[in-house]
């Protein structure tokens, strides 16, 4: 992995550590949390997009993307939000925003052909960093281990799965492994570019990919896995996963969580979320699921987790065995800030929430 000098690059040694100090705060203020009850805050609403895509920085500085070219930024925890739309694509979708600071982001344009722009200026100003033309192009979501090594995933191509990978903070990408190495995909096999939250890339180069449609597995460099979510339609199967990384963000940890259901009927539980704590040798069904379909997923701490979907939002104080409906609210992404507490929501109509506590 290339590490940089310049003020923008962050060491991979110095991000652990950022990391490390956030999960202790995070752990620090667990008990607060779990002795209050979550609820929402709407922040905006009313603009012509849906967005999907979703960066927390730190408990000021948040990024959102979606449809009609928009992304939309700010640096005051939501008070108050800068709405952009980018010169010269402002029919393009962007489904995934990685922010790095106030002035440095990444969007993902999905489909044919597909872009990847990065702006150094707050967005004023956005430069193609990547562009593929080929047929059937449809890129599904990014992740970023540090503020140089990234991931992005696409749909498959010929039945082989699309990755590529940055080691310089987006500006440059490059397709992994020949034709020959390219994984797998079964027939009928492809993701949901519904949140930008169904691959999670680590400083280690592990990269976990949750897949849908007529089948549903999880992915990594070395294997691929059966889910036991819901699957054998175009609209079922994971939409995201998490991992909580136990304060060391250089390698996965044992907890990870999927979420995903059938698109096309919100409402259903079945099979809707699973989770494990042993790094997925065996894999737990909630014993309360989240009340429906669910496209984004977030650990908060170890044990407090949250997730939304088109007919609401879920919180679990248990590690995932148990969800309860805290607003009927319907959004598409949710996170939890980089270097923070602060969790941000987005959706349909521009609309953008913050979670606060109330006892």
Known sequence: MKTGLNPLSWQPYILNMKKIIASIIISCIT???????????????????????????????????????????????????KWMTV???????????????????????????????????????WRVVYENKTKGMFLDAMDFATNELGIVV??????KIFIARTNNSGNSWEEIGGNQNKPMADSGEAFFAASGSNVKLFANNEYFIVSGGLRSRLISN?????????????STGANAIDIYDNGMPDKPGQRIVVVGGDFNTDSLVEKNCFYTVNGGKTWLAPDTPPHGYRSSVEYLSKKDLLSC??????????????????????????????????????GNNG???????KK
């Open 154 to 159: 696409g749909d498959p191509i010929n039945g």
């Open 222 to 234: 070395s294997s691929a896995a059966d889910l036991a979510i819901i699957q054998g339609k175009e």
């Open 31 to 81: 008990g607060l949390i779990t002795a209050q009850t979550p609820a929402l805050e709407i922040l905006a609403s009313g603009t012509k997009t849906s967005l999907r895509g979703l960066s927390v920085v730190n408990n000021n500085v948040v990024w959102v993307s979606g449809s009609n070219g928009t992304v939309g930024k700010s640096t005051n925890g939501g008070k108050n939000w």
């Open 309 to 346: 979907g088109l007919n609401g939002v879920d919180y679990s104080d248990d590690g995932g065995k148990n969800w309860k409906w805290i607003s009927k609210e319907g959004f598409h992404a949710c996170r939890i800030a980089r270097f923070g507490t602060a969790v941000y929501l987005a």
């Open 87 to 125: 010169n010269g694509f402002e029919k393009t979708d962007f489904r995934d925003i990685e922010a790095f600071d106030a002035n440095t982001a990444i969007i993902m344009g999905i489909a044919e052909p597909a872009y990847i722009l990065k702006t150094k200026n707050g967005g004023e100003s």
């Open 351 to 357: 609309k953008i929430a913050r979670v606060v506590w």
